[in-house]
């Protein structure tokens, strides 16, 4: 299933009397690039997310944000370092006597010092905290692939009809490439009478230039191969592989039997569908972009 590189999910679970909050969001990108904001003391789960999230997301721009809140982690102690506090006091005063400064030596002067403060955080069971974010990253990977695979499957069907498209100029361009040759000889024809007036015109000469510019606007192969990849990226997209940068490589050879075709073209009406024809593979390749 065509899967979306932009998705949003988010999962709760309440365990051990604490509530851990999963969150993952992405957007599109080459590669699977991965970020993960944790609290403070559970750098421990950067690798460990990478890895569960790595083995269910291709590719994308992945940040995921991991709340705890509740439990041992509420029951932090605050205490003073009053040795620290005891010399950023006399510190100031010193300052005060030397310099001749004014004012009193107060509380927020002191307090300002982060290092005044001691907090001593309860142990953490490392392990038991691993158990309930995977669980509750579980939950989160769920509802974001679920949202990826819904917006994957409007992205699916938007080049699907595309590609149908494709397929009728396509159609259109096979019809009138004989007309060109057939418009070709004609004009040859008229050029050589108004040439040799009364002259006979050697049929064969005729023949043997219109089989050369035959040769030269032939689009018989291209066409061909065209409608190939065309059907290749159709059955790709109902295909369970995760396939965006084969998409990439198809839509490539799409557009250079466009490019062929258009170069090749000695008519104006088939010039103009090819045109069109690359408006809309240009939109593909767009699209494709989103796909996983």
Same mark, same amino acid.
């Given at each position: 299933m065509v899967r979306s590189m932009t998705g949003y999910g988010r999962f709760e679970l309440l365990k051990n009397d604490v509530n851990y909050t999963v969150e993952i969001k992405s957007v599109n990108h080459?590669?699977?690039?991965?970020?993960?904001?944790?609290?403070?003391?559970?750098?421990?789960?950067?690798?460990?997310?990478?890895?569960?999230?790595?083995?269910?997301?291709?590719?994308? =721009?992945?940040?995921?944000?991991?709340?705890?809140?509740? %439990?041992?982690? #509420?029951? +932090?102690? !605050?205490?003073? &370092?009053?040795? /620290?506090?005891?010399?950023?006091?006399?510190?100031? =005063?010193?300052?005060?006597?030397?310099?001749?400064?004014? %004012?009193?030596? #107060?509380? +927020?002067? !002191?307090?300002? &010092?982060?290092? /005044?403060?001691?907090?001593?955080?309860?142990k953490m069971d490392e392990?038991?905290?691993?158990?309930?974010?995977?669980?509750?990253?579980?939950?989160?990977?769920?509802?974001?692939?679920?949202?990826?695979?819904?917006?994957?499957?409007?992205?699916?069907q938007d080049v699907k009809s595309r590609c149908e498209h494709i397929l009728n100029m396509v159609g259109e361009v096979e019809e009138k490439a004989p007309e060109t040759l057939k418009s070709y000889r004609e004009r040859l024809e008229k050029k050589l009478r108004e040439v040799l007036e009364d002259t006979s015109i050697d049929e064969q000469r005729i023949l043997t230039e219109a089989a050369i510019f035959a040769d030269k606007i032939a689009v018989d192969e291209e066409t061909v191969r065209l409608k190939s990849h065309i059907n290749q990226l159709v059955n790709m997209i109902d295909s369970d592989e995760t396939l965006g940068?084969?998409?990439?490589?198809?839509?490539?050879?799409?557009?250079?039997?466009?490019?062929?075709?258009?170069?090749?073209?000695?008519?104006?009406?088939?010039?103009?569908?090819?045109?069109?024809?690359?408006?809309?593979?240009?939109?593909?390749?767009?699209?494709?972009?989103?796909?996983?």
């Open positions: 080459r590669y699977f690039e991965f970020s993960v904001r944790t609290p403070k003391g559970c750098a421990f789960l950067e690798e460990k997310l990478k890895a569960f999230f790595a083995k269910r997301i291709a590719r994308g =721009k992945i940040e995921v944000y991991i709340g705890m809140e509740g %439990g041992a982690r #509420s029951n +932090s102690v !605050v205490t003073v &370092n009053e040795a /620290v506090a005891g010399s950023y006091v006399n510190a100031l =005063k010193t300052l005060k006597k030397k310099y001749g400064l004014s %004012g009193k030596v #107060s509380l +927020s002067d !002191v307090i300002t &010092n982060s290092d /005044v403060f001691l907090v001593e955080r309860p392990e038991e905290i691993w158990s309930s974010v995977e669980e509750a990253a579980l939950g989160a990977v769920d509802a974001f692939i679920k949202m990826r695979e819904t917006e994957g499957e409007r992205l699916a940068k084969k998409f990439d490589f198809v839509v490539q050879e799409m557009n250079r039997e466009a490019n062929t075709i258009g170069s090749k073209a000695q008519n104006i009406e088939i010039t103009r569908i090819v045109v069109d024809i690359k408006g809309e593979i240009e939109k593909i390749r767009e699209q494709i972009q989103n796909i996983e």
